[in-house]
């Protein structure tokens, strides 16, 4: 019975995000004024990263600090292939998608020899090792990196093939785009969670010697789990570079292409498939609105948004470590619908 | 027939230190074998190479015929031995329910099919109304039956129990011994059990192999090892003579 009015609320409150989303650019596209249009790009493509790097991170429990690194993978690769072949963007993505998997799978097999700190720290090293790669290699252009040209492809559905929007759809076009994308990598994640994977995963996470007892090869299932987050950051790197017309490698292999989906998964709940959508929600506008308040006028060039932004993480941190999303939201959910907290403080009493 | 499991001459160092020397024991399929011993004797190290988590020096394993000398715990559980351990390793934030799913997967790649054969082993452990707590939050004896179950769960030929009956009240503990009767004469596996509860392990045990300083000082049948002048010397104590 309870479990039933949960799920039935959890569907209301799904098909409530979904329609929000989908209507929120709509009444600014009017004004012209697309800044807040891209504000929630930025939340769409750090929720799908955030909800990607849940797999490594919230579910097999490997802290993994050098997703970035297939970021540029995937961005690299489809701009690779646009730029010299004419290939489909999309096609691209796919071909992005499977050069970080495969990347990712060699190199991660190694690491995962090392265990807890070690190998967060192996990942920081591979992440380090790909910036002078990244900065040097002709092929790719070296620190100067690939821009993409216009296509000048007509109508919507011309833009959305080409994945190139212009002018003043072009906010709103690269919006919905981030919302499909993480609609999907949500869709399909979910497909992993309640899969044999999905229990793997934890169960290395939980208690890895246990999980070799019953017949887990550990070090397969964290090549694996690592591999479908390699998965999400490429195909996210491939819209993001389309979006900024370029790829260098100083701006797809930035730190804040790791911290920032970390740091929304923890804040909204380390290991819930939602938690990093709600953490980038909460964190990336309030990042966005610290910037351009406490980042300009007088006391701009100090720094003081960060410091503020900083405190607001801890702050949520301290409160609730297992994130906002672990907060007992059905027991309020019920409370607001006039009904007791429990069945039991009634009745027998 | 060949024995299920059979050892010849086991060595495992760490260091200076040589934690089973020359261990050579066989277990019949069906049969249940106490493994005891003094703290130290080598019996959780014998699990380890038993298990794949540690391969020995020298000597070698077979297992249903195969050589799992130098297996890793995957395969070996694969092949059918499956454990529990001295300090529980359960997985404390997923439930009783999707603990035993994540054995059942070994056999059953599917998920539905894998909840079915778990459903069946928590009523046969009786876990079933404790289906959706979380593992960290039940008592050790619920934990340590809770990795029994979890270990059935794999299909496996041989269990090997680490204490299981360790830390528990008298009453848990008869509880513990009952599942375990149950589980040779009703799943008919071959059982090997390390315990230092003699009152458990002598009455459960068809054969009792005694470790001491990683070395097997006697093997038989409880009664014979109760009167083994060594085996008091060694481990059971001159109060145990005569029981």
């Known amino acids: 019975m309870d479990g039933s009015s949960g799920r039935r609320r959890a569907r209301l409150a799904l098909a409530a995000g979904v329609l929000l989303g989908l209507a929120y650019p709509i009444p600014l596209q009017w004004s012209g004024y697309t800044y807040f249009h891209t504000v929630g790009f930025l939340v769409l493509i750090n929720a799908m990263l955030g909800v990607g790097w849940n797999v490594i991170g919230g579910w097999a429990g ?181 979006w900024a017309l370029a790829v260098f490698p100083e701006q797809v292999l930035d730190l804040n292409w790791s911290t920032l989906p970390i740091m929304a998964t923890v804040v909204g709940g380390i290991g819930r498939l939602w938690g990093p959508v709600l953490g980038a929600v909460i964190l990336i506008p309030i990042s966005q609105i610290m910037s351009t308040t406490l980042g300009t006028g007088p006391l701009a060039g100090r720094g003081i948004d960060l410091i503020v932004y900083g405190v607001i993480i801890v702050l949520i941190a301290a409160l609730r470590p297992t994130g906002i999303l672990s907060l007992p939201w059905s027991r309020w959910a019920r409370r607001l619908a006039g009904r007791p907290a429990s069945g039991r403080l009634v009745g027998h009493g | 027939m060949p024995p299920l499991l059979e050892l010849s001459a086991v060595t495992k160092r760490f260091g200076g230190l040589v934690a089973n020397k020359d261990v050579s024991l066989a277990i019949g399929a069906g049969e249940i074998v106490g493994l005891i011993g003094p703290n130290g004797a080598g019996k959780t190290t014998l699990f380890n190479c038993l298990t794949g988590y540690l391969h020995p020096d020298a000597g070698r394993i077979v297992f249903a015929g195969a050589d799992v000398t130098h297996a890793r715990p995957e395969r070996v559980c694969g092949l059918g031995i499956a454990r529990t351990w001295q300090l529980v390793r359960t997985f404390g934030r997923m439930t009783v329910l999707e603990n035993v799913v994540c054995g059942a997967l ?70 513990a011994v009952e599942l375990v009767r149950r589980i040779h004469a009703e799943l008919g596996l071959a059982l090997c059990v390390v315990e230092h509860v003699m009152e458990v392990v002598m009455p459960l045990s068809q054969r009792v192999v005694v470790l001491d300083y990683g070395e097997v000082i006697a093997e038989g049948p409880p009664a014979e090892i109760a009167r083994n002048e060594q085996v008091i010397k060694a481990y059971l104590g001159e109060h145990y003579r005569g029981r």
């Not at chain 1, 890895?208 to 397969?220: F, P, T």
């Not at chain 2, 894998?114 to 004896?141: C, I, M, S, Y």
């Open chain 1, 62 to 242: 490997q802290f993994d600090f050098g997703p970035q690194v297939f970021f540029a993978i995937g961005a690299y690769t489809a701009a690779i292939l646009f730029v010299h072949v004419g290939l489909s963007p999309w096609l691209g993505m796919l071909a992005g998608v499977l050069a970080a998997m495969g990347i990712c799978a060699l190199v991660t097999y190694p690491l995962t020899r090392l265990r807890g700190h070690y190998f967060a720290i192996s990942t920081v090293a591979i992440w380090m090792i790909a910036q002078p790669i990244g900065a040097t290699w002709e092929f790719i252009n070296g620190s100067r990196g690939l821009f993409i040209p216009m296509q000048g492809a007509q109508g919507v559905l011309g833009a959305t093939a080409s994945l190139q929007f212009a002018g003043r759809t072009k906010a709103l076009g690269y919006y919905y785009v981030a919302f499909g994308l993480l609609g999907l990598t949500l869709w399909l994640l979910r497909l992993v969670e309640h899969s044999k994977l999905g229990f793997y995963f934890r169960a290395i996470r939980d208690d890895q010697e246990g999980a070799e007892g019953i017949g887990i090869d550990s070090r397969l299932y964290k090549v694996i789990a690592r591999s479908i987050t390699a998965a999400v950051f490429a195909a996210g790197g491939v819209l993001y570079g389309f």
């Open chain 2, 106 to 175: 070994k056999r059953h790649s599917r998920v539905g099919a894998a909840r079915q054969r778990a459903w069946h082993l928590l009523e046969f452990t009786g876990l079933a109304p404790k289906a959706d707590v979380l593992a960290a939050n039940l008592t050790l004896a619920d934990k340590k039956r809770l990795e029994i179950a979890r270990a059935l769960a794999t299909e496996p030929r041989l269990l090997l129990l680490d204490e299981a009956m360790s830390g528990l009240t008298p009453a848990e503990m008869a509880a």
